[in-house]
């Protein structure tokens, strides 16, 4: 995924763990952007890992990648805190017009 961020020219901090991205975003609340994360990873979902980030920064988009392929209703996307998802695999073109139409709404304020 960070190559394919690098493709794009996007700034890119990868993280491996979601507590790790957690604390990185309470530290840094206002230095990113957008956080893409996988919907399973252990020790906490993506949706999980969302959850958390917008009880600290409501207007920090959150993208979730998986491997189910099912179409979600926009109200399920806001019912589990997350601007988008992503079915893998992940190319250059989806990852680009899914970021492009994500952070092209209006942010929500903190």
């Given at each position: 995924?960070?190559?394919?961020?690098?493709?794009?020219?996007?700034?890119?901090?990868?993280?491996?763990r979601?507590?790790?991205?957690?604390?990185?975003?309470?530290?840094?609340?206002?230095?990113?952007?957008?956080?893409?994360?996988?919907l399973?990873?252990?020790?906490?979902?993506?949706?999980?890992?969302?959850?958390?980030?917008?009880?600290?920064n409501?207007?920090?988009?959150?993208?979730?990648?998986?491997?189910?392929?099912?179409?979600?209703?926009?109200?399920?996307?806001?019912?589990?805190?997350?601007?988008?998802?992503?079915?893998?695999?992940?190319?250059?073109?989806?990852?680009?017009?899914?970021?492009?139409?994500?952070?092209?709404?209006?942010?929500?304020?903190?």
């Amino acid at each position: 995924m960070g190559e394919l961020l690098d493709k794009l020219e996007y700034k890119v901090t990868n993280v491996q763990r979601s507590p790790d991205a957690l604390e990185l975003i309470k530290d840094k609340k206002n230095d990113f952007d957008l956080v893409i994360s996988d919907l399973s990873m252990p020790t906490m979902s993506g949706i999980q890992l969302a959850n958390h980030i917008k009880e600290i920064n409501k207007a920090l988009p959150v993208i979730i990648m998986t491997g189910y392929s099912e179409r979600v209703s926009q109200a399920k996307l806001k019912e589990m805190n997350v601007e988008d998802i992503m079915g893998k695999p992940i190319t250059l073109k989806l990852l680009a017009n899914t970021i492009k139409k994500v952070l092209s709404v209006p942010n929500k304020s903190n």
